[in-house]
């Protein structure tokens, strides 16, 4: 009686291995063996939230699974390198420079003539590969610079109309800071070399001095090596933040990203080195519900000559790309989500709120002012600051290297030099290793 049972259960088992084996036609499929499914591997923390809203809003919709996966702050490399080896890996993911186009480019399915790339308005920070394949494509447009809380820093006694330069800008923050305690608010956040923070500075504070080596050497691919030769308004700028601020020394080590947005939204600094993407935390009710009327974002003022004329840095990394290595019909579901986002209004709304302007046909324009005010600076003849450190050669470890060399000269009385030969030696050593 046992043998029969388990022949019996044996047989039962098999028929339905059987049965969950066959693949019926789906009429969402027109015929085709399956929908696919989306797995997206999202690099912006602070827009997780509304990337999840949306996907899920796609799947109710069509039916078709989406699934979103956000990397830890600065951790987007580390991540994308271990998904990427596994069999589920992401279908939709991030390639934002040339280093990535080399690390990951392999991987990335040729987008020319996709509906989403049909979509577009221009192609000027599109991604090409060796073979001339456009293997990521620009889906936004982003600014940053140094955020400014107006009504603050009137009640200090000053306005913006002080601030055209490094100098000016010095004596305004050394001034705040000096009677930080009569005022009860400082000059800058805390310039935290925490991971969820010190990108700010290992990348888009180090791209002044890269800009404005590059614009002098009349630089337009990525170099093998570095001069430096801006380096010392790199240090200009640093030493402004991380002496006229609250937190200051050793503290910087461990302070956080969440914290420097804090502190400025909640009115306890009239400075914040940030970008474009901080709009919606720091005005939405949910979170600090600024007024928008009393922010502003001036350049990042180093000290170079003739700075009184630069406008904001303006660039991106926010470039997606499609795993090619994923079935077929998981990449046609990828193309089919990336399209509704960009076309439908749900997605358009998100895109124009969470990122700003978007070059597709359908975009929104977005509520934000600090894109208005990127695109005044241009109106007034301004330059644009680019993003030179897109150029950077394994961006992570160079990164790296430059934080750890800021940490002992910030917190431990080390010399600038470590950090100079981080930035100049460690470029040459990465981009050796690259190539």
């Known amino acids: 009686m046992k043998k029969f049972l388990a022949l019996i259960l044996a047989l039962v088992m098999a028929l339905s291995l059987v049965a969950c084996g066959e693949k019926k036609d789906d009429p969402k499929t027109d015929g085709d063996t399956t929908t696919g499914s989306v797995y997206y591997l999202n690099f912006k923390p602070e827009s997780d939230t509304a990337w999840q809203t949306l996907a899920a809003a796609y799947t109710a919709e069509t039916g078709v699974p989406v699934k979103v996966l956000t990397a830890a702050s600065g951790q987007y490399d580390t991540t994308l390198t271990a998904e990427m080896d596994k069999d589920a890996a992401p279908t939709m993911f991030q390639v934002g420079n040339l280093g990535a ?28 590969n060796a073979d001339g394949e456009t293997v990521s494509i620009g889906y936004c447009y982003e600014a940053f610079g140094i955020i400014v809380n107006k009504a603050l820093l009137e009640k200090a006694g000053h306005s913006l109309d002080e601030i055209t330069n490094f100098e000016s800008l010095k004596a305004v923050a050394d001034d705040i800071h000096a009677r930080a305690a009569e005022l009860g608010f400082d000059a800058f956040t805390s310039a935290g070399l925490d991971g969820s923070s010190s990108w700010r500075f290992s990348g888009h504070l180090a791209n002044m001095p890269l800009f404005y080596e590059f614009r002098d050497d009349n630089v337009t691919a990525q170099p093998a090596t570095i001069k430096g030769t801006y380096l010392d308004n790199y240090k200009a700028i640093w030493d402004l933040y991380t002496t006229d601020s609250a937190t200051t020394g050793a503290a910087l080590l461990s302070a956080t990203g969440d914290q420097a947005e804090a502190e400025f939204g909640q009115g306890k600094a009239v400075f914040f080195q940030n970008g474009t993407w901080e709009y919606s935390n720091l005005t939405s009710a949910e979170k600090f519900g600024m007024n928008a009327d009393d922010l502003a974002m001036i350049p990042i003022y180093c000290g170079v000559e003739g700075e ?57 324009t977005p509520e934000n002012v600090f894109f208005a005010q990127a695109n005044e600076y241009v109106a007034n003849g301004n330059y644009t600051v680019t993003w030179a450190f897109n150029w950077t050669p394994a961006v992570d470890d160079w990164r790296a290297a430059v934080v750890d060399a800021l940490g002992k000269y910030t917190a431990d009385g080390g010399s600038w030099d470590t950090v100079k030969t981080a930035f100049v030696e460690g470029w040459a050593t990465q981009y050796a290793n690259e190539h």
């Open 308 to 364: 009184e004329k630069a406008g904001l840095c303006c660039g991106t990394e926010n470039c997606w790309a499609v795993n090619k290595n994923a079935s077929e019909a998981d990449i046609k579901a990828t193309l089919d989500f990336m399209n509704w986002v960009v076309t439908s209004d749900a997605g358009t709304t998100m895109l124009a709120e969470q990122f700003g302007p978007c070059p597709f046909k359908n975009a929104k």
């Open 101 to 128: 186009v080399n690390s990951y480019g392999e991987f990335c399915y040729n987008l020319e003539g996709t509906d989403v790339y049909n979509q577009m308005t221009t192609h000027d920070f599109d991604l090409k």
